[in-house]
């Protein structure tokens, strides 16, 4: 459920000492550009890369998963294989999924939604809901939205 997310995320974040993980995100100009697989897999290189480096894992001894049938190409020779219904399977993996949707999460209520309160991020995220739309079929498509989705194309 939303709150279990939610609680997780909060225990993740609050012990550094046991945990570690790494953000990266793309805005909808880049995804659009660029594809949402693309877009994904550059988001997995950054976060896991950028981990290595922060915590000075040795690359040639540290072993990643990612969710899904592909994974990203890394360039700081750290292993990488994909892994389908990872987040379902893998524990890290399920904690990275979490901490990936509670962050969106709160990007689209808290930020997305104070500036376009009209298409109804908070209730929605972003996710193509009946409400959503009919918020862009009244209001157009806002600067936040990908134009590459095909609710928002040709608006």
């Known amino acids: 459920t939303k709150e279990e997310r939610i609680d997780i995320y909060t225990q993740v974040i609050n012990q550094p000492d046991l945990y570690v993980y790494q953000i990266a995100e793309r805005s909808n100009e880049e995804i659009d550009e660029m594809n949402i697989l693309r877009s994904t897999m550059d988001c997995f290189a950054d976060s896991i890369e950028t981990l290595v480096q922060k915590m000075n894992f040795p690359a040639n001894e540290t072993y990643s998963i990612v969710d899904g049938k592909k994974s990203p190409k890394l360039t700081n020779g750290v292993s990488c294989r994909p892994f389908v219904k990872g987040d379902s399977i893998v524990y890290t993996v399920a904690l990275a999924s979490i901490i990936a949707k509670v962050t ?12 376009y309160p009209q298409y109804g991020f908070d209730s929605h995220y972003g996710y193509s809901t009946k409400e959503h739309i009919e918020a862009i079929h009244k209001y157009g498509a806002s600067p936040v939205h990908r134009m590459s989705c095909k609710p928002v194309k040709g608006r």
């Open 104 to 115: 969106r999460d709160k990007i689209m209520c808290d930020d997305i939604h104070s500036r």
